[in-house]
């Protein structure tokens, strides 16, 4: 299984953008699918999730500004970023967790500036 983040750029604080993460197999029966981010110096922190009946969770500090979607048909997961701030400066992730696998992807970085 193959993962694949994408719609990282740079942005002003205020601004939004949509990651994007592409699933090389069908997400139907993947248990959860979630976002990480890790800004420089700082550890891994959980952003959102979604499971495969589509219940979302999110990190407090970007509850109400962030938003996970799932495209089955499309085998993908977004996260609409809207208000950002600096501090949401990092390279974002996803994970993908089912049945017999586990698996990560490469980041995409976002940039915000004043």
């Known amino acids: 299984v193959q993962l694949q983040a994408s719609g990282g750029g740079l942005v002003q604080a205020g601004g939004s953008l949509r990651l994007s993460c592409a699933v090389s197999?069908?997400?139907?029966?993947?248990?959860?699918i979630r976002w990480y981010r890790q800004a420089p110096g700082k550890l891994r922190e959980f952003i959102a999730g979604?499971?495969?009946?589509?219940?979302?969770a999110y990190a407090g500090s970007v509850k109400g500004r962030f938003t996970i979607s799932r495209d089955n048909t499309k085998k993908r997961v977004y996260l609409q970023m809207n208000s950002l701030k600096n501090e949401d400066t990092a390279v974002y992730s996803c994970?993908?967790?089912?049945?017999?696998?586990?698996?990560w992807g490469d980041g995409t970085l976002v940039t915000v500036s004043s």
């Open positions: 994970y993908a967790r089912g049945p017999s696998m586990e698996t």
């Open positions: 197999i069908s997400i139907l029966n993947i248990n959860t």
């Open positions: 979604i499971t495969s009946l589509g219940s979302a």
